[in-house]
Structure formats: C-alpha cells, structure tokens
C-alpha cells in the first residue's frame, strides 16, 4: 500500500555538523512533502514544504530536496545544534486529498 | 496568536470506557484533522473535517468517530476502548494546505 519511509532510523552527528535525513516515498501521485519535527512529548512541528514541481526548497539553516524520478525526499540541516535533536518525520499528501501519510520517523542525536 | 490546543493532556482510562478528545484550531482555520500516534511510530491519520463536515476518514473501526462544531472546534470519541487504543491523539488545523499540529492528548488504556 502507500507509505513514506526513512531510510535511517538513528542518526548521529556532531554539533556543528550538517546533517541529511532521508525519505523515500511510494506514491507518485503524491504532490506535497512536508517535513516535521518532533520533540519529547510535543506534537509534530512544522519545518519545511515543497511542491513536486520543484527540486528543491531552501529555509533558515533547512534545505528540502525532491527526487521525483526515484521518488526520494531529503532533509538538510546546517550547522547542527543541540536543540534539533528530534525525531524528524516526512509526509506526502496528493493532489485533492486531505490526509498526510506519514513515514516512522528518523531520531536525530546531536553530540556535543 | 494561539496555535492549535488539545484537551486534557492527558487521560487514564480501562478498557470498555469510552472517552472524548477536545480541539480547537488556530484562528481562520476551518479544517481540523485527528491522527493517531503510537509510540515508536509515525502518525496515522483517522478524521478530517471541513466546515463541519467530514472530508475524508481513515482505516479505523466505527468505535471511532468525530465532529466539529459551528466555531471550528472539533472532539474526537472513542467508544469501548480497547489495550491497543492506548496512543498520543494528535489534532492537525489546515489554513490552506499545511497541518498545523498541536500538543496531543496522550491516553492510556488499562
């Protein structure tokens, strides 16, 4: 069936590192890709979208990339600090549709 | 302003109870969605209502229902609870497109 899924399920980098969270998605007829965080005992949060008619999206210290044609999303954080430790989670929604299917999720650890 | 609240936080109940989950969406939003978040997991998508009415409805049982009221604010219930539905409810508000998450009502099922 449709699924979003991480590549990735720990990730560790050192503080002042760039990371890169992996998301491989299964329906092409997906349109719009978000990305979220979550920390412990929040809901997920907002970070970044981008449409499949573009490649890629850039934000504060965030970079959405889109690989249509292998049906691959990434998520690039600059300079890593310690408050982006978080699980990060990518989702796809199509056109004219109203739910979100999310993957399970990437932890993020950032070593001092 | 205010983004989406949820109440309670959290919530203790056994099994065969039922249970109601309170939402409000950021001011505008007309759209609330509901997801189920099990530990460990990604959120699964259970409601969506827009305008009062539903849009769309996940792979849930009929135990699970929903509705939203004139001012937006929406409650989700669930009915004869099992082990399993023990999970963070989460309540999304849609502007345009993008959800907008809020804090969860964690609920534990004993």
């Known amino acids: 069936g449709e699924s979003v899924g991480l590549h990735l399920p720990t990730l560790s980098v050192q503080e002042g590192d760039n990371s890169i969270i992996n998301c491989a998605y299964s329906?092409?007829?997906?349109?719009?890709f978000i990305w979220y965080k979550q920390e412990s005992g929040k809901g997920p949060q907002f970070i970044i979208d981008?449409?499949?008619?573009?490649d890629k999206r850039q934000g504060q210290r965030v970079t959405v990339l889109l690989n249509k044609t292998v049906k691959h999303l990434s998520l690039q954080i600059a300079a890593t600090q310690p408050g982006d430790s978080a699980v990060y989670f990518c989702?796809?929604?199509?056109?004219?549709?109203?739910?979100?299917?999310f993957g399970t999720g990437t932890r993020l650890k950032v070593l001092a | 302003d205010a983004g989406v609240t949820q109440s309670p936080t959290h919530l203790i109940k056994t099994r065969g109870q039922q249970v109601t989950l309170r939402c409000s969406p950021i001011?505008?939003?007309?759209?609330v969605s509901w997801y189920q978040q099990v530990l460990g997991q990604g959120p699964q998508f259970i409601f969506q209502?827009?305008?009062?009415?539903?849009?769309g409805r996940g792979n849930f049982p009929d135990r699970f229902s929903a509705r939203q009221f004139p001012n937006y604010s929406s409650e989700l219930n669930v009915n004869a609870l099992l082990l399993g539905d023990s999970a963070l409810y989460l309540c999304?508000?849609?502007?345009?497109?993008?959800?907008?998450f809020g804090p969860g009502t964690r609920l534990l099922v004993l």
């Open positions: 981008i449409r499949s008619n573009m």
């Open positions: 999304a508000s849609t502007g345009i497109e993008t959800q907008y």
């Open positions: 989702a796809e929604s199509g056109l004219g549709t109203y739910k979100y299917i």
């Open positions: 329906n092409s007829a997906s349109d719009y």
């Open positions: 001011s505008g939003h007309k759209s």
């Open positions: 209502y827009y305008e009062k009415e539903e849009r």
